[in-house]
């Protein structure tokens, strides 16, 4: 298995020198660093990397516009975001911008490592602190009418499959919940995905709570 080539992109550079030791991993390579989103795009042109792990506020070009220009020209490179930014809205807004994860800068190094992994296998990371976060901010807004199974298109078991993921159910705890298989509930997510025109789990979840689809969250 070949190793995860990542690019580190943060203003400050006592943070990527301490990142690259941070991520002393056998399957983890830091392929280049750069200051802000622009020097990062200077060196996609370059080089091939498999993640980019970014800041949010950065000088010339912030995290956002980068990870929308990243999803836009280099969509085998995924995004993840590293930062101390832990605002409901800059959350959101990165997800939309096509993060495939969140993190903030008081995670483990496990936590990291994990992240990056799970992210370059197509999959999607937010610690348990950023799910909370968007939740509470969400909490504060008012809600939505509740639109009907009709309105939104979604099964009986893509409901089921959507309360479950709200809950932070793994996969298999799914499966095991509703006696159906890891590949079935694997297809009712990427159903979900196309449906609601969510990039990912996190966005499922706010999905779910602007839409108030759900008595309990």
Known sequence: MSDIKILLVDDHSMIRFGLKSFLEDDAIVVAAEAKNGVEALELLKEIEVDVVVTDIMMPEMDGIVLTQK????????????????????????MLNAGA?????????????????????????????????????????????????????????????????????????????????TLRTVEAHKRNLLEKTGCKNVAGLVLYAIERSLFDDL
């Open 70 to 93: 990243i999803t836009q020209e280099y969509p085998d490179s995924k995004v993840l975001a590293l930062t101390m930014m832990n605002e409901s809205q800059n959350i959101k807004r």
């Open 100 to 180: 495939k994860g969140y993190l903030l800068k008081d995670c483990t190094q496990e936590e990291l490592i994990n992240a990056i992994k799970m992210v370059n296998n197509g999959g999607s990371f937010y610690s348990n602190d950023v799910t909370q976060i968007i939740m509470q901010g969400l909490g504060t807004k008012p809600k939505q009418k509740k639109r009907t199974v009709k309105d939104i298109a979604l099964t009986e078991r893509e409901l089921e499959v959507l309360h479950l993921i709200c809950k932070e159910k793994t996969n298999a705890e799914i499966a095991e919940e509703l006696f159906i």
